[in-house]
């Protein structure tokens, strides 16, 4: 790469997105990779998935080697101009209601939860009286 770099806009990049023609946008700057897509191990099909966007996420996801790094110089063609992509929006949920998935009070509950086993064992405790006394 020469010491003055071209600035390209992302609809310029995105025009160059097919195997005889294949440029990516990775870390601010632009390559073109289309010599390397038949020797690209993950096949071109990953490279060509890339173009029209910043690959930046998806080449560093990856996790490159340094010699992959490195060959990346080779191919560089100029920078992208930062203004044309998208600022990405990061997703805030809808706020949603509270909503309460028990609507009886605490009160019946906790009642409930004293009286039930109470008539379990007195119901135990008459089945066991009545079929004794009648034995």
């Not at 909503?99 to 009070?105: A, H, L, R, V």
Request: aromatic share 8%.
């Amino acid at each position: 790469m020469g010491s003055e770099t071209k600035a390209f806009t992302l609809s310029q990049v995105s025009e160059h997105n097919h195997s005889k023609d294949c440029w990516l946008v990775i870390g601010g700057k632009v390559y073109d990779v289309t010599k390397f897509l038949e020797d690209h191990p993950g096949g071109d099909e990953v490279l060509l998935s890339a173009t029209g966007k910043d690959a930046t996420d998806d080449f560093e996801d990856v996790g490159h080697s340094t010699s992959a790094r490195a060959m990346m110089d080779e191919m560089c063609v100029g920078e992208i101009d930062t203004s044309t992509i998208p600022s990405r929006t990061k997703y805030t949920p809808p706020i949603q209601p509270h909503y309460n998935q028990d609507k009886t009070s605490e009160f019946v509950i906790k009642l409930l939860q004293f009286l039930v086993p109470l008539i379990i064992l007195g119901v135990a405790v008459g089945i066991r009286f009545y079929t004794k006394s009648s034995a």
